[in-house]
């Protein structure tokens, strides 16, 4: 599942053979994009498709038993760019940003990427199983975001946080004080932030947590939808393309402060997945998983880390007898996964 919705596909386990669409029972009607989230106490899949034709928004609510029990479609002023959702006890979290395809491109019959200073990007909070007429959307400052942290309610707030990208492009920004990775045009220069949405006056009040360009957070999925403490960011390399030359552990109950472990130099690592200690019931009490890999020789290891002592480095590097590409995602996947 990737920019524009597709076909999800099964993975068996333990082999992970691929062995076809799923389709939950015939019902599903529209392509998945990037990224659903599960919720961990109700088994839920909340999920979005979007297109450059309407309808511009699907929204939709697949079962703990894999069946369709809710889509609705969400009306937007134009064709958007999305890549991540965020849920909560009773909301989901889309988002309508400042990085769209170039209207007036469009009505030339052209796709073109552009960014829009001057619209403010938008939240749209709408309750589980709402419709378009439910969706209460909050105004907030220019930006792109990739890939969300998580979200939960605070009494009237609904807080979100995630990876903001102020400026998206790379030819659009100037006066650069560091070498910061593009995937082809896209300026990738991500920094911790914060969002408030007051659901009594409808004001989004937001602010920066750090200025660490890092990306691909990743939390125990446990405390999905609900407060959560900690989150664990890679942190981007001063290099042309995308690399992780760290780890950075955010304790954002605590102001965000951070702490860090850096790859030894030449190598570089991928997204670190948390992995739960068996009986832990603390957000950090357990474990990351990540690839690295020693570029110059194509050395590869699993390296593991205590999600409570990360600054401490690997407590086990395992070898790998063949070079594993540095990669984005990863899934850590229990024997029994615990979805009570």
């Known amino acids: 599942m990737w920019w524009l919705g597709g076909d999800p596909?099964?993975?068996?386990?333990?082999?992970?053979?691929?062995t076809g669409i799923e389709t939950y029972g015939g019902t599903r009607t529209r392509g998945l994009s990037a990224h659903p989230k599960v919720d961990p106490r109700t088994g839920e899949m909340m999920w979005f498709d979007y297109q450059p034709v309407p309808p511009y928004l699907t929204y939709g609510v697949i079962s703990r038993d894999g069946e369709l029990t809710h889509q609705a479609e969400i009306d937007l002023p134009g064709p958007r760019l999305q890549h991540?959702?965020?849920?909560?006890e009773r909301f989901t979290v889309l988002m309508d940003m400042s990085m769209m395809w170039d209207p007036e491109a469009l009505a030339r019959g052209r796709v073109r990427l552009g960014f829009f200073p001057d619209s403010p990007a938008r939240f749209g909070l709408v309750p589980r199983f709402g419709t378009d007429r439910d969706v209460r959307w909050f105004d907030a400052a220019p930006m792109f975001m990739y890939h969300a942290v998580n979200a939960w309610e605070d009494g009237d707030d609904v807080v979100l946080v995630g990876c903001r990208i102020d400026q998206p492009f790379a030819g659009d920004a100037c006066n650069e004080v560091r070498q910061v990775p593009a995937i082809a045009t896209l300026r990738l220069a991500p920094a911790f932030h914060e969002w408030r949405f007051d659901l009594r006056?409808?004001?989004?009040?937001?602010?920066?947590?750090?200025?660490?360009?890092?990306?691909?957070?990743?939390?125990?999925?446990r405390l999905l939808g609900r407060p959560s403490r900690y989150s664990y960011h890679q942190r981007c390399a001063e290099a042309p393309t995308l690399l992780f030359d760290g780890v950075i552990k955010y304790d954002y109950g605590r102001g965000a402060t951070a702490?860090?472990?850096?790859?030894?130099?030449?190598w570089f690592g991928g997204e670190t997945v948390f992995a739960a200690r068996e009986g832990s019931d603390g957000e950090d009490d357990g474990y990351l998983v990540t690839f690295v890999v020693e570029e110059a020789r194509g050395t590869s290891e699993c390296q593991v880390f205590?999600?409570?002592?990360?600054?401490?480095?690997?407590?086990?590097?395992?070898?790998?007898?063949?070079?594993?590409?540095?990669?984005?995602?990863?899934?850590?996947i229990p024997t029994t996964p615990n979805l009570s």
């Open 9 to 18: 596909h099964v993975i068996r386990l333990p082999d992970l053979e691929t």
């Open 201 to 221: 006056t409808g004001v989004c009040r937001e602010r920066q947590l750090d200025d660490v360009y890092a990306e691909f957070p990743r939390m125990d999925n």
């Open 306 to 332: 205590d999600a409570a002592r990360l600054a401490d480095g690997p407590v086990c590097r395992l070898g790998i007898p063949q070079r594993v590409p540095t990669g984005y995602h990863t899934c850590w």
């Open 84 to 88: 991540d959702l965020a849920i909560t």
């Open 259 to 266: 702490e860090s472990y850096s790859y030894p130099s030449g």
